[in-house]
């Protein structure tokens, strides 16, 4: 019930193309569902998140869309560029405590 | 400081040894969080901090582990008798109570057991 299940292990898009990570999570009572970005070496970033009182959120080229009834919800990244190359992070948690319950991750290449 | 600070940022030991690992919050914030990744994976919670109480020690492997934050500010977590299988990246993380509710991650401490 604590899992997050994160796919695909690894991605290679080129550039200017469409990212798409996806996320399931089978605990009902997660309420917020980040998207962390991290580099090599350094801490993980928080990218984008939403709460499950909307679908889909929008901010610059990254759009997270949540799908309540599935219990999944993804990252796409449009006009991916090079510098988009990084391991990205599902998480899930209760907003209550915020101990966030983590994907594995997806490796994103994107080639030039 | 700017951000979270974690050091060191590598630390190598030998098995048996005494670690202390340590976190340099963002001024302010009161939640603060031990997170373990290994190589590979996501992270894993270890233990969260409400002030200067462990609100949550759930995650901690065993009892070889221990964490505190005596003024409410900077965290040190504790590892004895380390063994070869806590090699990883520690993270630490902290935020503030209520708001967007974000949390800021340090750049982890590479703890290797040889």
């Known amino acids: 019930q604590q899992q997050v299940k994160q796919s695909p292990q690894s991605l290679i898009v080129q550039k200017g193309g469409i990212s798409i990570i996806n996320c399931a999570y089978e605990n009902t009572a997660f309420d917020y569902f980040p998207w962390y970005q991290q580099f090599p070496g350094k801490g993980p970033a928080l990218l984008i998140a939403i709460r499950p009182d909307v679908s889909e959120k929008k901010e610059g080229r990254f759009t997270i869309s949540f799908n309540k009834s599935a219990k999944q919800f993804s990252l796409h990244i449009m006009d991916s560029q090079p510098g988009d190359s990084a391991t990205y992070f599902c998480a899930a948690s209760r907003d209550s405590n915020y101990q966030l319950i983590w994907g594995a991750g997806t490796k994103l290449i994107i080639k030039p | 400081g700017a951000g979270v600070s974690q050091t060191p940022s590598n630390k190598v030991t030998e098995k048996g040894k005494y670690v202390e690992l340590r976190c340099d919050p963002i001024?302010?914030?009161?939640?603060l969080y031990w997170y373990r990744q290994s190589l590979g994976q996501g992270p894993e919670f270890l233990i969260y901090?409400?002030?200067?109480?462990?609100?949550?020690d759930s995650g901690l492997p065993n009892d070889r582990f221990f964490a505190v934050r005596p003024e409410g500010s900077v965290s040190t977590l504790k590892i004895q008798r380390t063994e070869r299988g806590d090699s990883a990246v520690y993270l630490c993380?902290?935020?503030?109570?209520?708001?967007?509710?974000?949390?800021?991650f340090g750049q982890g401490t590479r703890l290797t057991v040889v």
């Open positions: 001024s302010g914030h009161t939640a």
């Open positions: 901090f409400q002030g200067t109480g462990a609100a949550d």
């Open positions: 993380a902290s935020r503030t109570t209520g708001g967007s509710g974000e949390a800021f």
